[in-house]
């Protein structure tokens, strides 16, 4: 969906090093998201934001931060890159009123490697 | 915690066959999405299911939603190779403003 980019779309990173990755809209939703994607977990909820500077923590959110400084990017990071964050990172973003979202768009996926 | 479970977590039909995918919740949603990721893509929104008993039709997909609002289901009549990819179910637990994904069920089409 153009709406929508990630970048990178691949990284491979030592452990250790911090990382960030970037979501950009031009849909100017509210609401935006990191998931991340592993084999047998499905889509799991790292942080996610509901306005320019308000975020909250997700079901695995530690090792993460993310900020949003402005309503078309939001940028997840990870503070001292381990293994076990090796994963496929959806960034996707909405509309919602009272929660009730209106579907997710989610963007092209950055595939990372921590080695 | 909250969870959605989805099973089942992958299915192989012959083209032409149907299929059918079930999320269950163990306590009520507010509502239930569904997505489908084609291999090597990402999630594209399906539907939203709101109303409990409720059934929505996409072309040869059914979506239902169940009375009590703990489970939902995916069917797919007349399978074909288009149809190949991961689905994904999405609740809204009552009370909260994030949806919880089920693991998925990966379906794989036999021409």
């Known amino acids: 969906d153009a709406g929508i980019t990630q970048s990178p779309r691949h990284k491979v990173t030592e452990t250790g090093t911090p990382v960030t990755l970037r979501c950009h809209q031009t849909?100017?939703?509210?609401?935006m998201y990191w998931y991340r994607q592993d084999p047998g977990h499905g889509l799991r909820l790292i942080h996610y934001?509901?306005?320019?500077?308000?975020?909250d923590k997700g079901e695995v959110s530690d090792g993460y931060s993310v900020s949003r400084s402005k309503t078309e990017d939001f940028l997840l990071t990870l503070e001292s890159a381990t293994s076990s964050q090796t994963s496929v990172y959806f960034c996707?973003?909405?509309?919602?009123?009272?929660?009730?979202?209106?579907?997710?768009?989610f963007g092209s996926g950055t595939r990372l490697t921590v080695v | 915690g909250q969870q959605v479970m989805q099973i089942p977590q992958y299915q192989h039909v012959q083209e032409g066959e149907d299929f059918t995918t079930y999320c269950n919740s163990s306590?009520?949603?507010?509502?239930i999405q569904w997505y489908k990721q084609r291999p090597g893509g990402h999630p594209v929104f399906l539907i939203q299911?709101?109303?409990?008993?409720e059934v929505k039709k996409q072309k040869r997909l059914t979506f239902q939603f169940g009375e009590a609002k703990k489970n939902s289901s995916l069917h797919i009549t007349a399978t074909q190779t288009t149809d190949v990819g991961t689905y994904f179910c999405?609740?809204?637990?009552?009370?909260?403003?994030?949806?919880?994904f089920g693991t998925g069920t990966r379906l794989k089409v036999l021409a």
């Open positions: 306590t009520t949603l507010s509502n």
């Open positions: 996707a973003i909405s509309e919602a009123n009272w929660g009730f979202s209106y579907g997710y768009t």
């Open positions: 299911l709101v109303k409990s008993g």
């Open positions: 934001s509901y306005g320019v500077k308000d975020t």
């Open positions: 849909e100017n939703h509210r609401y």
């Open positions: 999405a609740g809204l637990f009552s009370g909260t403003y994030k949806y919880i």
